[in-house]
């Protein structure tokens, strides 16, 4: 006789007022997804007045894709009304935008609750310190959003040094814009066997589980209990917007889409993805034409290599966001990066890989540099010039030394 496939969550559990517990029981395949049988958070707000309803959003955001794609059913002693429909559609999304794998299993409940009155018309903005969300800030200002950052996504739970100052630039921002600022902290990548879920399911159009799958849906239901707190009815997330050959915006099958935040409720909370009509340079443009509107030394974070917060200021993406600065006339070194003495050499040493990563963006710079070149005394110049001067056409060797 087969063992049922099955996720079994127990009632979530709140301690010291700020820790949120959800533990699980999985039984049949599903079972070596997981490291760990406890979805934890911790916030910097008291939340043992949330209903349980809300509170086991956090957790089904982060197993319910987990268990669609392996076929498990979830059983929850009770769930919200919204979100339960939320989550019947976005099976169904996740189920277009990847049509060679199956998504199935089913959400059983208890009890259904409608939970209502709480919002006060707050908004909230998952914020990072990147070109994305600081874009999105600039564009819903008006409406003061709450900040909230995240540890346990792209800074590990291990890495104290790198949140600290991911935490300090996040409330020195918050301060400098009259803006309150709250931090989640989960377990929400490290409770799941990544390494098992990309092994066996990152093919056939899904390049890896928390890119593909996991952190549009997993990031946005860790706000469900501050949303309650705080009275959210709505909460915005940056898009990552991609490029075609055309600079025309196109999508693509991935974690973070149309198909999966717009149609995120729980409540009276929706989400937002905020910004899809615009390409990066046009965020970038937000960002500057903001800089020196204000005389803002606003700081950027935007480096996907380094874990400890900072900008490593030789990765193809802090190289990318330097060169874009420069063209649009701000001087990176008052936004958060270096001048890297290396970045130069690092560049022409992995000069494929570079290319390879955003090759549109890079010929699109080279125009724009081409006309707006820093002066010939800038630590920037030689950088600049060597942008200007590859052959970004050239295939054996994409770029000459």
Sequence with gaps: MSIQNKIVLELPQVKGGNKLYCRFICSGKVGRYFKEKTFYMELNENIDSVPKSILIIPALSNICPVAWITGADIYVEEIDQQFLEAMNVLKNSFQ????????KGDIKYKKIKKNKGYGKKKSGLFFSGGVDSIASYIRKSQENPYLLTVRGADIPLSEK???NKVKNHTKQFAKEH??????????????????NLN????????RGWWGGIQHGLGLVGLSAPLSF???MNKIHFASTPLLSNNNKLYSTSWGSHPLIENNIKWGETKINLDGTRLNRFDKIQIITDYIKKKGSKLQLRVCWESKKGQNCGKCEKCARTMANLL???????????????KLL??????KKSFMKLNKVQWKILQ??????MPDANSEYYHFCQWIVKVNFQRRRKDFFS
């Excluded at 277009?96 to 998504?103: I, N, R």
């Excluded at 377990?187 to 390494?195: A, G, H, P, V, Y």
């Design 178 to 195: 009259g803006l309150t600022p709250f931090f989640i902290q989960s377990n929400l990548r490290t409770f799941l066997n990544e390494s």
């Design 327 to 341: 063209a649009e006339g701000v001087n990176p070194s008052n936004h958060g990066f270096t001048m890297n003495e």
């Design 345 to 350: 050499q690092y560049m022409k040493k992995n």
């Design 161 to 163: 040094e790198g949140w």
């Design 96 to 103: 277009k935008l990847y049509p060679k794998h199956s998504f």
């Design 229 to 231: 707190i705080k009275g």
């Design 199 to 206: 092994k066996d399911y990152a093919k056939q159009g899904l």
């Design 367 to 372: 125009k724009k540099l081409s006309v707006k």
